[in-house]
């Protein structure tokens, strides 16, 4: 009996051991994958921003559908409103030299004032630099239509690649592309930047405009089969919902 006791005892040891090798290797392997994934990720980090040390931002992504709006507040402490059909992309957070997003529709900004590190909207036709201020941005990359609006402060517009083709704006003023130039105009109407508060509003704006207004709004195509009607002005206003 103190035999087979003996070989039972052995036989407990060994698969006791073989147990104790496994785990080990199991948690040697999982820190080896570890440092493997993390080295692996760190590697695709860095591949992917070369040699801008200041450059290594996560970036996030935020699209509306049509008929909707979205309220954001950045990092920064920046306060956006985002139109239909619109597609903002932002760092998680700001590096040391500036606040740069990238903007593919319409947005109202309210940024948080910051002299040292300037406030940029880069859309695919031109780009606004502010410090501290209220603007309305129409950038959207399926027209040609660039527009910069100003309720408050002072914002540099720019063109892309036309760095020497800028204009400073004013409050109550607004940038816009003309025959692929920059121009501006003093803004007395603030009806079509209601936007925000869910609201559809114009004020002696023609059929055709306002209609093309509801093709972004909703994301549909209106034809408008007599020309009359199109050139024919409306004023009026109401809620997107409606």
Do not use: C
Request: proline content about 3%; cysteine-free.
């Amino acid at each position: 009996n103190n035999k087979h006791t003996d070989v039972q005892y052995e036989e407990y040891e060994e698969e006791n051991n073989t147990r104790k090798n496994i785990r080990f290797y199991l948690k040697e392997f999982v820190k080896v994958a570890a440092v493997v994934l993390v080295t692996a990720l760190g590697m695709t980090y860095y591949l992917s921003q070369p040699n801008e040390p200041d450059s290594f931002l996560v970036m996030q992504t935020i699209s509306v559908p049509a008929g909707q709006r979205m309220n954001i507040v950045l990092p920064d402490g920046t306060d956006i409103w985002l139109n239909a059909k619109t597609t903002i992309k932002y760092p998680v957070s700001f590096n040391s030299k500036e606040r740069r997003v990238y903007l593919d529709g319409q947005a109202y900004f309210d940024i948080a004032k910051n002299e040292k590190h300037p406030f940029i909207v880069e859309t695919e036709q031109g780009e606004v630099t502010a410090l501290g201020t209220k603007f309305d941005v129409l950038a959207y990359s399926d027209n040609e239509i660039f527009e910069t609006t100003l309720m408050e402060g002072k914002v540099k517009v720019d063109l892309t690649g036309k760095s020497k083709h800028s204009l400073i704006l004013e409050p109550n003023h607004k940038a816009y592309l003309d025959t692929h130039h920059l121009t501006s105009a003093r803004v007395t109407d603030f009806s079509s930047y209601e936007w925000r508060n869910g609201l559809i509003s114009f004020k002696n704006e023609t059929f055709e405009n306002i209609m093309k207004s509801f093709e972004k709004t909703y994301d549909i195509k209106i034809v408008i089969q007599d020309p009359k009607i199109g050139r024919a002005s409306f004023t009026g206003k109401f809620r997107v919902t409606d």
